[in-house]
């Protein structure tokens, strides 16, 4: 894959490497699991235990997410978008249904040793303030607990090589203090990169930067996915945003959340500025917003109906005492 002069490649398989069988530590980019869809829930139910009794969240996701896909998710807020991604990283058990990252359950770790392959990106930044961006990206090649060791040398050249990917080749040996908030974020994307996740979740990653700085960090998510095959889910406020990104939208209902309705986008990779701010664009995301603003209208048609009664009824005037009934 060419990228931006030179030629970026994930790691290849661990036998190219010299050390163990791939068919004994496949890749998660790479594996022979890779048939299968990387992200498989169905029908899952989670709530969470409140002083006021348990509060179901989700209520019934179904969703699928095939290697290399990426997935956006939108939906109101409190419908359950947070949840779902931390039940996709097993920090919220589902009641009933099931859910499977890379053939697993959500969090596994047990058998090769190598995790579920998952990587995370959330709304802040969570960079070592300490180190050099250079190294900062080396703590996720570290954490390939699946990859063969790399030496020194060869961490280095691909925390150069990921530097590069995201835009900030030669802010190697920058402290994260001495960058924008938008340059961290990106820092944050190349480690979690690092680690070569089958899937990358991300939470509203771009919320907290301004508006250009946030078309040009989603640019660059969108070449980054693409560039190293990885699969997706992010969750979002921004239709825009989302139907950028993603080969799929995926709009969720209000709590307890579930997925009512999925929008293909048909347009290839690279997408570029053009398409950002382009007409094609613009379509899909009228129709995802219709499709928000439908199931809105009718989650809270009850409440406009008792809002509807109450102005009727103020709006009636009380008859006075001296006026006729009608
Ligand atoms: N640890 C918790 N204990 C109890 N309730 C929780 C907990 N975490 C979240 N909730 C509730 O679960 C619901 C869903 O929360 P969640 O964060 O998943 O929603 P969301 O769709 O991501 O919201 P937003 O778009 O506003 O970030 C909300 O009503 C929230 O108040």
Redesign the pocket.
Known sequence: MSFLGKSYQPSPPAEAEGTKSPAADPSPNLSAESDGPVIDVRAARAH???SAGP?T?LGGVDLTVGRGEVVAVI????????????ALQGLVRVDAGTISVQGRAPGDRSGRGTGTGTGYVFQQPSLFPWWSVRKNIEFGLRLRAHRPRLDAAERREHADRLLELVGLAGFHDFRPAALSGGMQQRVNLARALAVEPAVLLL??PFSAVDTLTRERLQRVLARSLHALGTAAVI?T?DIREAVFLADRVAV?SE?P?RIVETFTVARSHPRDEDYQHGEELAAISARVYHRLRSSDEKAHASELTSARELVDFAGSPTPRRDEPHA
């Not at 939906?75 to 931390?86: F, N």
């Open positions: 969470y235990p409140t509060l969240v939906g109101p807020s409190g419908c359950g978008k947070t949840t779902m991604l931390r939470d509203e969750v406020h969720m709590r959340g």
